[in-house]
Nanobody, 129 residues
Framework: QVQLVESGGGSVQPGDSLRLVCVASGGTINSHAMAWFRQAQGKEREFVAYINWFGLVTEYADSVNGRFIISRDNAKSTVFLQMTNLKGEDTAVYYC??????????????????????WGQGTQVTVSS
């Protein structure tokens, strides 16, 4: 059973940057599509970014496109989320998720929580002045 552990969250000011890290243990992420989701207090969990198993396909939520970059290092079973120009509305708990699939096909399917089978415990990101 793969376990995902996120780190790198914190409290920052608007315009700052953070890099979130998700490390897998007890297995490998090499052949699996990965994603980041987030959940703000009182709101539903929402899609943030997706990367396919080899790292050649990435997708982003409109709200973060151009500010966030998802990447992966399969040799280290690690996925990253580089976040720049952070805004107050980025405040949330950020979750790493792993799919059984290497590529999630179908229009917008990668945005669906049901496509992901393993989840981390989350890391808090707070953006406030």
């Amino acid at each position: 059973q793969v376990q995902l552990v996120e780190s790198g969250g914190g409290s920052v000011q608007p315009g700052d940057s953070l890099r979130l890290v998700c490390v897998a243990s007890g297995g490998t992420i090499n052949s699996h599509a990965m994603a980041w989701f987030r959940q703000a207090q009182g709101k539903e969990r929402e899609f943030v970014a997706y990367i396919n198993w080899f790292g050649l396909v990435t997708e982003y939520a409109d709200s973060v496109n151009g500010r966030f970059i998802i990447s992966r290092d399969n040799a280290k079973s690690t996925v990253f989320l580089q976040m720049t120009n952070l805004k107050g509305e980025d405040t949330a708990v950020y979750y790493c998720a792993m799919s059984r699939k290497g590529n999630i096909r179908g229009s917008e399917a990668f945005r669906s929580l049901s496509e992901y089978d393993s989840w981390g415990q989350g890391t808090q990101v707070t953006v406030s002045s």
